[in-house]
T-cell receptor, first 113, second 116 residues
């Protein structure tokens, strides 16, 4: 079956670094995405990995190991506005060539002053 | 312009009502998605349209009926819903597979639905 797991909640201090892990077991793989979602709002795209390694984008970086079914999102220099849910999503391509995104359980991050 | 527009933002309906949710994008995306999201849960895929054809239906009950009238519009028709169908309904779009290296999926702000 499909399984994408993340820690449910994390707490960190303003200015610190936090790493949010995601492990996945899916029938197909065509990329891994990280989204940020503030309460009551739409998910917004943060980062994308399709090959193994680290992708850096400002304060956010994402890492992927396909052989281990593992990714993490690293947030540096945490700010209060980073308090949100972080969603890991695996993209699969089905037999019709349609992309399908399967979301992980989500991690609620609380940043404290 | 990376905007996906959903209307209405909020909807309250009775179990015997018929209503529709609307979604619009003008990014030239040819894949459009409906998701359902309950509080403190991740989005769950309901339907995918690819080139205006229904490509994926994740065993969604027939009281939810999707429609894609053209490449920019996606509707979700609702009829005889149950209170447990109350949730945030998110629309998303992306370029079709094979186009654009990153092929990012963009989300609308959602319609918050309450079924009484």
């Amino acid at each position: 079956g499909q399984n994408i797991d993340q820690p449910t909640e994390m707490t960190a201090t303003e200015g610190a670094i936090v790493q949010i892990n995601c492990t996945y077991q899916t029938s197909g793989f065509n990329g891994l995405f990280w989204y940020q979602q503030h309460a009551g709002e739409a998910p917004t795209f943060l980062s994308y990995n399709v090959l193994d390694g680290l992708e850096e984008k400002g304060r956010f970086s994402s890492f992927l190991s396909r052989s281990k079914g593992y990714s993490y999102l690293l947030l540096k220099e945490l700010q209060m506005k980073d308090s949100a849910s972080y969603l890991c999503a695996v993209r699969e391509e089905d037999t019709s060539g349609t992309y399908k995104y399967i979301f992980g359980t989500g991690t609620r991050l609380k940043v404290l002053a | 312009d990376t905007e996906v527009t959903q209307t209405p933002k909020h909807l309250v309906m009775g179990m015997t009502n018929k209503k529709s949710l609307k979604c619009e994008q003008h990014m030239g995306h040819r894949a459009m998605y409906w998701y359902k999201q309950k509080a403190k849960k991740p989005p769950e895929l309901m339907f995918v349209y690819s080139y205006e054809k229904l490509s994926i239906n994740e065993s969604v009950p027939s009281r939810f009926s999707p429609e894609c009238p053209n490449s920019s519009l996606l509707n979700l028709h609702l009829h005889a819903l149950q209170p447990e169908d109350s949730a945030l309904y998110l629309c998303a779009s992306s370029p079709p597979s094979g186009r654009a290296a990153k092929n990012i999926q963009y989300f609308g702000a959602g319609t918050r639905l309450s079924v009484l």
